[in-house]
Nanobody
Framework: QVQLVESGGGLVQAGGSLRLSCAASGGDFDIRGMGWFRQAPGKEREFVGG????????YGADSVKGRFTVTRDNTKNTVYLQMNNLKPEDTAVYFC?????????????????WGQGTQVTVSS
């Protein structure tokens, strides 16, 4: 049984930073791609970024490029989302997901397991 548990969300002022963590259990984490998505109220779930099994990154929205970084530690079965220079429009529930392959696509359908999400709120 694969489980993904996110942590690290919270309330931060604009310009601040947060690091989200996603701890995985019950599966072959080290050969799977991992992705981060976010969903703001009234909006569709959006791909933020991902990382292949070998550490190669993929990124989603242009709005996060240069500010958000995805990393992973295969010894801890954990993937991270470092978010810097946060903006109010980054406010959303952030989800991590495990890919069905070794890649990290921006397509939701390529992810077989999802975490429960963690709220990130950025105040202006």
């Amino acid at each position: 049984q694969v489980q993904l548990v996110e942590s690290g969300g919270g309330l931060v002022q604009a310009g601040g930073s947060l690091r989200l963590s996603c701890a995985a259990s019950g599966g072959d984490f080290d050969i799977r791609g991992m992705g981060w998505f976010r969903q703001a109220p009234g909006k569709e779930r959006e791909f933020v970024g991902g990382i292949r099994w070998n550490g190669v990154n993929t990124y989603g929205a242009d709005s996060v490029k240069g500010r958000f970084t995805v990393t992973r530690d295969n010894t801890k079965n954990t993937v991270y989302l470092q978010m810097n220079n946060l903006k109010p429009e980054d406010t959303a529930v952030y989800f991590c997901a495990r890919s069905t392959t070794s890649r990290a696509s921006d397509q939701r359908g390529t992810y077989g397991y999802w975490g429960q999400g963690t709220q990130v709120t950025v105040s202006s």
